[in-house]
């Protein structure tokens, strides 16, 4: 069975970094694309960025692309996102997904879920 489970927000400063994980099991990491989404409150779930099995290749969206960065460590089953010049906009519920075919924009489109994590920015 698979288990996506986030840990590593909390609150922090405008500027400040987090570091999430994604401890993922049930399934053959390397053959899997892990995303991250988040969620602020009143809006739509948005990627925020994707590594793929291969390679591996990545993905980041616009707005996170300079600050952002995913790695994956496939023998310890875990995916992680380190944040960094985080702004207030950034504030949001985080989750990793996995799907074993596409980096989906769509989150509707991906097959497992965590339960997420909070992550808030605020002075």
């Known amino acids: 069975q698979v288990h996506l489970v986030e840990s590593g927000g909390g609150l922090v400063q405008p500027g400040g970094s987090l570091s999430l994980s994604c401890e993922t099991s049930g399934f053959q990491l390397d053959a899997y694309i892990v995303g991250w989404f988040r969620q602020a409150a009143g809006k739509e779930r948005e990627r925020v960025a994707c590594i793929s099995g291969d390679k591996p290749t990545t993905y980041y969206a616009d707005s996170t692309k300079a600050r952002f960065l995913i790695s994956r460590d496939s023998r310890k089953s875990q995916v992680y996102l380190q944040m960094n010049s985080l702004e207030p906009e950034d504030t949001a519920v985080y989750f990793c997904?996995?799907?074993?075919?596409?980096?989906?924009?769509?989150?509707?489109?991906?097959?497992?879920w965590g339960q997420g994590t909070q992550v808030t920015v605020s002075s």
């Open positions: 997904a996995a799907d074993p075919d596409s980096c989906y924009p769509n989150y509707q489109s991906w097959d497992y």
